[in-house]
C-alpha cells in the first residue's frame, strides 16, 4: 500500500462573467491512498476534455447537471489509463473514458459513466473525447435528431454550422456534407480557420464572422436560404441566421459559445423569423440519446475510416495549464478538439 | 349605373418604431363604379379586423405575406355586405368575409380570400373575424399543431399564456382549460384583464406583467414548470417564461407584440434554456392549415355552445379612427378581439 500526491484544480468561486482563471480555480495537492477496495480500480488521468458546456456548470442555476460546487474538484470527461485494479475487467494498462475532472488520479468504480475504450487503428485514445466522445456524440444526435438530417439532407439542402471549426461543428458539418451531400456552410473566426473547413475538411464555403462584410457574404453564401443551422456560437451569428432562415427551417441549438461568460446575454432580436418563416429552434443534451451511442460510435468510427470525418485537436500540455486553456476556448484559439495532455499513457511495455 | 364616393386608408409611410397614425396613414375619397362586370358584387364594409399581424405588413422585410405598398389601401380582414351582385352565389344581403382592407366599399369577385359567413343563433358576425376568423383558428392551430396539446394535454400539464385576454390568447387559453382540462395561466396587462380571465374564463391564475413580483408570483403559479407556453407578446414575459420552461417544452410563438415597434427587438436572453431543458420553440402561420380550417370551425362552434369558449370584443366606431385604435391594440387597451365597426348591417327587410 502506498500515498500518492494527487493535484487538483477545483473551483474556488463562481465568475459572473469572462472567467479569471486565478480566481475561479484553486490547485491543491491532496493525499490519495492506492488501496483498494473490491471491485475498484485506479486510474491515472491523460487527457481532459475542454469544453463550452463547463462555463454553465460553474454557474449556480437550474440546468441539466448540478452545479460543481465550490472547493469541488472541476469536472470534465477525461481519458484515464488503468494504474492498479481490483477488478478483472478493468485491467493495468486499460484505458477509460470517466468524469474523473481535473486531477490526476482517481480510484473508481465500474458505472455508467466508466466507459471502456476499444482501440483499433488510426484512431488515438483522445478521439474518445472528441470525435468518439461527447463532442461528436453532440454533433451526431444534434444533427440527425434535432436537425433531421435524414429527411431533410441532399443537394438541395443548404446547411450552415457555426463555430465548424470546433470539436463539435467540424463533425456537424462533415456529416452535412459527406454523409447527406448537402450544401454546407462552416462559420468560423478567422480566414486560417475557413481555409481549413474548404481545403481540410472540404465543405462548400468558409465565412469569417469578424469580417465586415459577413451578413453580405452569409447571403451570397445561401441563395437558396438555410434549411438546417447547427449553432454553436449564438450571439449575432445567430441572428444573421435566423435572418436566412429557410420556410420550415431548424435551427438545432447545440450551444452559445459567444453569451456563455454574459452576465445577461443578449437574445436573438430576429427570433420572430421563426413565425414567418414557420421555422424551429430546438436544443438538446447528448444524454439523452445514450441508448443509441453504439450505433452512432459505429456509424462515426466508419466514416473516419471512409475519409468522411476528419479531425484536429489542439493540445495543451500540463493539468496547471487547464484554467487557462479553457479561456482559450471562449476565445476561439482551438481548432477542432480542445484537450489539456496531463500524463503519458504507459506503454504494454513498461506495465 | 351609379358611382360612390369610397373613404380608403392608405399607408403613407412606414413607420420606423412606435406608430404615429397621422404620419402612417392618409384618408382619401375616391369615386368607385357600381357597374360589374360578369360574376362581380360590390360589398360594403362593415366591420374591419385589427390584428398585431399588421405592423409586420407595414415593415419593408421577407415575411410570410408581401408588405403593404406605400398609397396602397391599408390590409385587413374585413366583414361585408353584399349589396349589388352580378352572382348568383352571393345574394344581396349576404355576408362575406374578405380582405377589403381599410375602405368603405370593394368591388369583389369569388375567390379563395372571400368566404360566406354560416348565420347561426348566438354567434354575431364579428365573430368571423374573431374566434371564427384568423385570430380564433390561429390559436386552434397553434395549440393543436405545435404545441400538440392533444398529446401533451391534461391535469398535469401546465400551460401558460400570454396576452391571454385578447382575441386569440383567450381561444388558447380556454381550449387548454376546458377543452384539455390542463393548468392555466394567463398573463395580461391589467388586473381587471386578470379578473376577466379567471372569473369569466375559468383559468386557473391570471398574472399581471405589469406587477412588480411578476416572476415570483409565476414561479409559483408554476410549481411544476412550463409544459406549453403560448407566446402572444414575446419581450419580457418570453424570458421569464424561458426560465420556468419544463423538461421537453415547447414555446409556441403566436406572435410578439411587444417588439413590433421596436427597430430591433430585444432578443429572448434566456433562449439556452432550450438546450438544458431540451425545449422547442416553433413559429406558424395559420394559412398553412387552410385544409383544415372546416373541422376546426366545426370544433370551435360546438365549444361555444358548450359554453367552453367564451369571448369578448372591443369595438370601435368609424373607419376614420382604425389608425388610433391600431395604435390602441399595441397599447393593450382592449379585451377580446380588437374591431372597427364601419357600417351598420342592413337588414332583411330593408333590402
Not at 433531421?148 to 439532407?153: D, P
Not at 452559445?256 to 423569423?273: E, F, M, R
Not at 440519446?289 to 485537436?313: F, H, P, Q, V
Request: aromatic share 8%; net charge positive.
Amino acid at each position: 500500500m502506498g500515498v500518492l500526491q494527487n493535484t487538483q484544480i477545483v473551483l474556488a468561486s463562481r465568475p459572473v462573467a469572462d472567467i479569471d482563471p486565478k480566481a475561479a480555480f484553486r490547485t491543491q495537492k491532496v493525499s490519495l491512498s492506492d488501496e483498494l477496495g473490491p471491485g475498484e480500480f485506479l486510474v491515472k488521468v491523460l487527457y481532459v476534455s475542454l469544453d463550452p458546456a463547463m462555463r454553465g456548470w460553474m454557474r449556480d442555476v437550474r440546468s441539466y447537471i448540478r452545479p460543481v460546487q465550490i472547493d469541488e474538484v472541476m469536472r470534465s470527461s477525461d481519458v484515464a489509463q488503468v494504474i492498479k485494479s481490483n477488478n478483472k475487467d478493468y485491467r493495468v494498462g486499460e484505458l477509460v473514458r470517466a468524469s474523473c475532472g481535473w486531477q490526476e488520479y482517481q480510484v473508481l468504480k465500474p458505472s455508467e459513466d466508466v466507459v471502456k475504450i476499444k482501440i483499433f487503428p488510426g484512431i488515438s485514445p483522445s478521439s474518445y473525447l472528441g470525435v468518439l466522445g461527447l463532442t461528436g456524440l453532440t454533433a451526431y444526435f444534434g444533427m440527425f435528431e434535432v436537425g433531421e438530417i435524414a429527411a431533410k439532407g441532399g443537394p438541395n439542402c443548404t446547411v450552415v454550422v457555426s463555430g465548424a471549426a470546433g470539436a463539435t461543428g467540424s463533425v456537424a458539418a462533415q456529416i452535412a456534407k459527406h454523409v447527406f451531400g448537402c450544401r454546407v456552410i462552416g462559420i468560423a473566426g478567422s480566414d486560417d480557420k475557413c481555409e481549413y473547413l474548404v481545403k481540410e475538411l472540404g465543405l462548400d464555403v468558409g465565412l469569417n464572422y469578424k469580417s465586415k462584410t459577413f451578413f453580405k457574404d452569409l447571403c451570397a453564401a445561401t441563395p437558396k436560404l438555410i434549411d438546417i443551422f447547427f449553432d454553436n456560437t449564438g450571439g449575432d451569428i445567430l441572428d444573421c441566421c435566423l435572418r436566412r432562415i429557410a420556410f420550415k427551417g431548424r435551427i438545432v441549438v447545440c450551444g452559445a459559445i459567444s453569451t456563455y461568460n454574459d452576465v445577461v446575454p443578449k437574445g436573438p432580436a430576429y427570433y420572430s423569423a421563426l413565425i414567418t418563416q414557420r421555422a424551429r429552434m430546438e436544443g438538446f443534451i447528448v444524454f439523452d440519446y445514450a441508448k443509441k451511442y453504439g450505433k452512432a460510435l459505429e456509424d462515426m468510427s466508419n466514416w473516419i475510416k471512409e475519409g468522411k470525418l476528419k479531425t484536429r485537436e489542439t493540445v495543451i500540455h500540463g493539468l496547471e495549464n487547464a484554467p487557462e486553456a479553457l479561456v482559450k476556448l471562449f476565445k476561439g484559439e482551438n481548432t477542432g478538439k480542445m484537450l489539456v495532455k496531463v500524463a503519458e499513457e504507459t506503454t504494454a511495455s513498461r506495465l
